[in-house]
C-alpha cells in the first residue's frame, strides 16, 4: 500500500481520496476547505495544514483541482517537496500544454508524471466507477494501476505526456453536445404534449442511449439542476476543446455551437448549476422558461 498526498478535496477529490483510504492506502489530503479535510480524516484519512506538509515523505502525490492556476500554484510545492522517484498524478482537466509543462518540470526533479483526467461527474467519483485518459510512460501508467482501480473502472493509456487532456477534451465535446441534444428532444417532446418521461425511457433503450440518459433524464425533467458537474467547469472545458481544435488544425463547428450554449448558460446566471441545466438555455430559446 501507498503513502499518498491528495491535494483537492471537492466534489470529486473527496470520494475519491475516500476511495484510496478504503483500498489500504495511507492517505494525507491537503483542500483550502476544513469541512472537506473533516471529512477525509472521518473517512480514515489525516489531513495536513500545507500542500508541502502532505507531500513530504510520501510515494504518491495527486491533484484533483479545478483548472490550470491552481495545478500551477501548487506545483512548486510539489517540485520542492516531494521525494525523487515519487509519482505524480494529475487529475485535473487542464490544458494539454499545462500537463506537458508539469511533466518537464516533474521530470527534472526525478518525479515520475502522468496526466490522468476522469469522466463520470460526482456520481461517477462517489460510485469509484471513473473514466480515466492517461497520458504518460507505460511503465508509471502500470505502477499507477493499483490506484486507478481503487476510484475508476474503465482506465486507458493514450499516449505520452498531455495526451490524457487531448481524450478529455474529446469527452467534454461529446458530453457537452449530448446534453444540448436530450435538452432539446425534452423540449420538443414537453411543446408536443406527448409524455417525455415515456418517450426519454424509449431513447435510452435504443440507439440514442447515452449514459447521460441513464443517469440524468429524471432529474432533467424534474429541473434538478444540483451540481455534479458545474456550467462554469464545463465552460472552462470547452476552452480547452477550441484551443485543442484549433493547435490541431481542425473544425469542429458542432462543438463550437455547444460551446457557445454553454457560454449563454453561464451568462444567464447559470455557472453554479449541473451541466444538465443546459435545457434552461434550450427552454429560453424556445420561449418556454420553466
Known amino acids: 500500500m501507498s503513502r499518498i498526498a491528495f491535494i483537492g478535496l471537492g466534489i470529486m477529490g473527496s470520494p475519491m481520496a475516500g476511495h484510496l483510504v478504503r483500498a489500504g492506502h495511507d492517505v494525507t489530503g491537503f483542500d483550502l476547505s476544513e469541512d472537506a479535510l473533516a471529512r477525509l480524516r472521518a473517512a480514515g484519512g489525516a489531513s495536513a495544514a500545507s500542500v508541502a506538509e502532505a507531500v513530504k515523505g510520501t510515494e504518491v502525490v495527486i491533484t484533483m483541482l479545478p483548472a490550470d492556476p491552481q495545478v500551477e500554484a501548487v506545483l512548486p510545492e510539489i517540485l520542492d517537496n516531494a521525494e525523487p522517484g515519487a509519482l505524480y498524478i494529475d487529475f485535473s482537466t487542464i490544458t494539454p500544454q499545462t500537463s506537458q509543462k508539469v511533466a518537464r518540470e516533474g521530470a527534472a526533479r526525478g518525479l515520475r508524471v502522468l496526466d490522468a483526467p476522469v469522466s463520470g461527474g460526482e456520481k461517477g467519483a462517489v460510485d469509484a466507477v471513473l473514466s480515466i485518459m492517461v497520458g504518460g510512460s507505460q511503465e508509471d501508467f502500470e505502477a499507477a494501476t493499483p490506484l486507478f482501480e481503487a476510484v475508476g473502472r474503465t482506465f486507458r493509456l493514450v499516449g505520452p505526456a498531455g495526451a490524457g487532456q487531448y481524450v478529455k477534451a474529446a469527452n467534454q465535446l461529446v458530453v457537452g453536445g449530448t446534453y444540448a441534444l436530450v435538452a432539446e428532444a425534452v423540449v420538443l417532446m414537453e411543446a408536443a404534449g406527448v409524455d417525455a418521461a415515456a418517450g426519454l425511457d424509449v431513447l435510452a433503450g435504443g440507439l440514442a ?82
Open 209 to 290: 442511449a447515452s449514459r447521460i440518459l441513464d443517469i440524468k433524464r429524471e432529474s432533467m425533467l424534474a429541473r434538478n439542476f444540483q451540481p455534479g458537474f458545474r456550467i462554469d467547469l464545463h465552460h472552462k472545458d470547452m476552452g480547452i476543446v477550441l484551443d485543442a481544435a484549433r493547435g490541431a488544425e481542425v473544425a469542429i463547428p458542432v462543438g463550437a455551437l455547444v460551446a457557445q450554449l454553454i457560454a449563454a448558460a453561464r451568462a444567464q446566471g447559470h455557472g453554479g448549476l449541473d451541466h444538465s441545466a443546459l435545457l434552461k438555455v434550450t427552454e429560453s430559446l424556445s420561449g418556454r422558461d420553466s
